[in-house]
C-alpha cells in the first residue's frame, strides 16, 4: 500500500494497547465495517513511569493475525528491540513502527534497521520525543541504508517542560520542514499522542490535513473509559467515522482548483505577495546595515553589544503595535528575535574586526 499515491486520508485506527483477545477483535470488526483498511495495536508499551500497563506482550500478536484474517485489515505495531522484530515479523505484522522514544536513541534504531536489513517490510517512524528533526531524518537515513524504502513517518508532537492544552507539543513548523527537506517520504500524523484527550482530535486532524499530510493514525478503543493505557484520548469506531466524515479534504494541487477563474486572482494575490516580500527584504537589509554602523559606535566607546532596555523597549513597541494590527504576540516575538540575533551577530562581527 503506497501511503504516496493512495486517496487521502489513509488511516490507521486501533487501541492504544492490545489489552483482551475480546477488546481487539471487537474494535477491529467495527473498523472494518467502516472501511478502516489499516489495524494498529501496541503490544509492548513504553510507559513513562513504571508501574503502569505495559502491554500484553507476545500473545497479543495471536490475536492481531486473528484480526487480520477476520477482517483483511493490514496490522502495524510498534517494536523497540530485536526481539520485538523477530516476534512480529513471525506473527505476520505487515506493517512495524518505531515509537517516539526508541526514535531519539540511534542505537536502537540502528539495531532495529539491521534486524531488517535488506527485507521488503513497511516502516513507520514516528518523530523522537524531543524537537530534533535531525534524529528524525537520521532514524529514516539508518532504514535507507538497510536497504528499506517503504518508509512513512508519523508526527506525534514533542515533550515539553511547559503545561499546554496538548499532551505533545505539535511545533507543526518541524513536520513542515521535515516535509521540505524530505519530499518523498509520506507524513501521517498523530492527533491522539498530540492532543491527550479526545476533544482536540478532529482540529488537529484538519490542520495536518490542511497542510498536505497523507493520513492520520488515530487510537480507537471499543470501550475508551475503559482503557488500560491511553484512556483520556480514545475514542470509539463510531466517534472515529464521525470525526473522517467532518474532516474537509481539500485538493493538494492548485491545478485541481474548484473554480479554475479563481486561477486568475491567485496569481495576483501571489504577486502582491512577492512585491511586499521584496519590500521585507529591502528594508531587512536597511535594518542590518543601520545596526553595523551603530556596532560601530558601540565598538569606539567600549559599549556591550547586547543592551537589556534598549531590547525591552523595541519589543514591548512592536507588541503593542503587533496588537493594533492584528498580528500575534507569538509571532512578533518570533520574528524579532530573529531579526535581533542577527543585528548582534553582525555588531559581534565588528566589534572582532
Ligand atoms: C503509541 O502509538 O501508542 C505510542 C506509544 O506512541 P508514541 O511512541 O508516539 O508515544
Ligand atoms: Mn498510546
Not at 524537537?131 to 536497504?147: M, Q
Request: net charge positive; charged share 30%; hydrophobic share 35%.
Amino acid at each position: 500500500m503506497d501511503f504516496k499515491n493512495i486517496k487521502r486520508p489513509v488511516i490507521i485506527a486501533g487501541p492504544c494497547s492490545a489489552e483482551t483477545e475480546k477488546q481487539v477483535m471487537e474494535t477491529a470488526v467495527k473498523l472494518a465495517a467502516d472501511g478502516i483498511k489499516i489495524f494498529r495495536a501496541g503490544i509492548w508499551k513504553p510507559r513513562t513511569r513504571p508501574g503502569n500497563f505495559e502491554g500484553i506482550g507476545s500473545k497479543g500478536l495471536e490475536w492481531l493475525k486473528n484480526v487480520k484474517e477476520q477482517t483483511g485489515m493490514l496490522t502495524t505495531t510498534e517494536v523497540a528491540n530485536t526481539k520485538h522484530v523477530y516476534e512480529a515479523l513471525k506473527a505476520g505484522i505487515d506493517i512495524l513502527w518505531i515509537g517516539a522514544r526508541t526514535s531519539t536513541n540511534p542505537f536502537a534504531v540502528q539495531e532495529i534497521a539491521d534486524a531488517l536489513k535488506g527485507m521488503k517490510i513497511k516502516i513507520m517512524i514516528k518523530n523522537p520525543v524531543n524537537a530534533d528533526i535531525n534524529l528524525w531524518i537520521g532514524a529514516t537515513e539508518r532504514f535507507k541504508k538497510a536497504g528499506i524504502s517503504d518508509i512513512t513517518v508519523i508526527h506525534r508532537g514533542f515533550s515539553s517542560y511547559t503545561q499546554s492544552i496538548y499532551r505533545n507539543d505539535p511545533m507543526w513548523q518541524i513536520p513542515v520542514e521535515f516535509r521540505r527537506r524530505m519530499k518523498d517520504i509520506p507524513m501521517l500524523c498523530d492527533p491522539s499522542h498530540i492532543a491527550g484527550r479526545r476533544d482536540l482530535l478532529l482540529r488537529i486532524s484538519q490542520k495536518a490535513m490542511d497542510l498536505n499530510y497523507e493520513g492520520l493514525m488515530i487510537e480507537t478503543h471499543i470501550n475508551p473509559k475503559t482503557a488500560l493505557s491511553d484512556a483520556k484520548q480514545q475514542i470509539t469506531p463510531e466517534e472515529l467515522k464521525k470525526l473522517i466524515n467532518s474532516l474537509i479534504i481539500r485538493h493538494r494541487n492548485i491545478k485541481d482548483m474548484e473554480n479554475p477563474e479563481h486561477l486568475n486572482t491567485l496569481e495576483e494575490l501571489r504577486t502582491k505577495i512577492d512585491e511586499y516580500d521584496e519590500i521585507i527584504f529591502n528594508y531587512l537589509h536597511k535594518r542590518m546595515e543601520t545596526a553595523k554602523d551603530i556596532g560601530k559606535l558601540k565598538k569606539k566607546n567600549k559599549i556591550t553589544v547586547y543592551q537589556p532596555d534598549r531590547w525591552n523597549q523595541i519589543l514591548e513597541h512592536a507588541v503593542e503595535k503587533g496588537k493594533k494590527l492584528g498580528l500575534s504576540t507569538r509571532f512578533i516575538n518570533t520574528f524579532l528575535e530573529a531579526v535581533h540575533q542577527e543585528s548582534i551577530n553582525r555588531q559581534t562581527e565588528i566589534f572582532k574586526k
